[in-house]
């Protein structure tokens, strides 16, 4: 189940120095303000985080989130064989406190959102496909009335699925809920569904909001409470910006990351407005209860494409960072830390917090543009 300022001060790890018991970290002070950008030194892999070693998979192969339920209860979704040309077959991997094991589905699908509400409540969607693990079988429950569709996320636990996703232009998105056998129309708005949080009784929806077309691109937040009507929040105003998962630790308390500008996302087919061609920075959003702030974080990375938490002393995202490398932002309530995770940049990387645990699992691919590309499983102890 997916549960989901600036540098006042550095303190750097460099190489191997004696007594040096993190090698990369940058903190910052804990101020909800509009950051501006400082430049990142490429700085070593932390040793925190570890390969591990999961099933063989055939190139192209890439993994591409990650849910943990407990130290002995995580799953992995990807999809192996995968070409230029053609979308590699699913595969479902999951961790059973030793080892992590390979279900391959029939079924070659660009996957875009995975959640899981237990081990008889599995979601899988892409494109205009949606697939459910019942623990028994796989079965591939169809969406009628909203025309040609793609699903970009889905949020399940309890019994309950939210799956969002955008009509073939990017333009229009929607929201609908599977009860029982069927799926319930929930909403339809203008703007791009990117990912979708269900937990407390209350749903969050993050992504972009367009005003004149994509030359107005926008983060944007949508919220359903119990009655299952969405409405679109004030958010501060951030040109270019957009929004790609979202965590809700409460209700009061939800954060949402993305990025600001650049050439493409990995969300939506819009350039963004607000930065320089070519270059993109991160952008981090949190919900107190009130109102939605801006967050300050460490300068000088790419966007963020995932979020976690296990509390709200303890928040991750992961991205992309300086140097072609992946990051993680930590937030331990007062500070943010940085570490590099990993020396090349893993595609979609997605991060999840194991409770009751300190644990963390992250997951992506090497090379994930080559046809040699390969999955990478990390674990932070």
Known sequence: MKIARLAASVVVCLGATAGCSEPETVRSAPAIVTPSVTTQQVQPRSQRWKDVAGPRLRARAELVDVVAEGPRQAWAVGFEDGAEDREGTVVVERWDGTAWKKTTLDRE???????????????????????????????????????????????????????????????????????????????????????????????????????????????????????????????????????????????????????????????????????????????????????????????????????????PGDVWAAGSGSGDTTVALHFDGRAWTRERIHDYPLGRVAVTAVPGTPELWAVGAAHHEADYGRDVILRRR
């Open 109 to 311: 699908l660009y996957v875009s959102g995975f959640d899981v509400g237990g081990p008889g409540d599995i979601w899988i969607v892409g494109d205009g496909v949606a697939i459910h693990g019942d623990g028994r079988r796989w079965s591939y429950p169809r969406l009628s009335g909203l025309g040609e569709h793609r699903f970009t996320d889905v949020s399940a636990g309890r019994g309950r699925a939210v799956l969002v996703g955008t009509d073939p232009a990017r333009q229009t998105s929607f929201a609908v809920e599977w009860i029982g056998r069927k799926f319930v129309k929930r909403a339809t708005v203008q703007g791009q569904f990117a990912a979708v949080t269900a937990r407390h009784g209350q749903v969050w929806v993050v992504g972009a909001g367009l005003r004149d077309g994509c030359s107005g691109v926008r983060p944007g937040v949508w919220h359903a409470g119990p009655d299952g009507t969405y409405a679109e929040m004030p958010l501060p105003d951030v040109p270019g910006g957009y929004l790609g998962q979202v965590w809700a630790i409460s209700p009061d308390d939800v954060w949402a990351v993305g990025g600001i500008g650049g050439e493409t996302t990995p969300w939506f087919a819009c350039r963004t407005g607000g930065a320089e061609p070519g270059r993109a920075e991160a952008l981090v959003m949190h919900w107190d209860g009130s109102s939605w702030q801006r967050v300050a974080v460490p300068g000088g990375d790419g966007p963020l494409v995932s979020v976690t938490a296990s509390g």
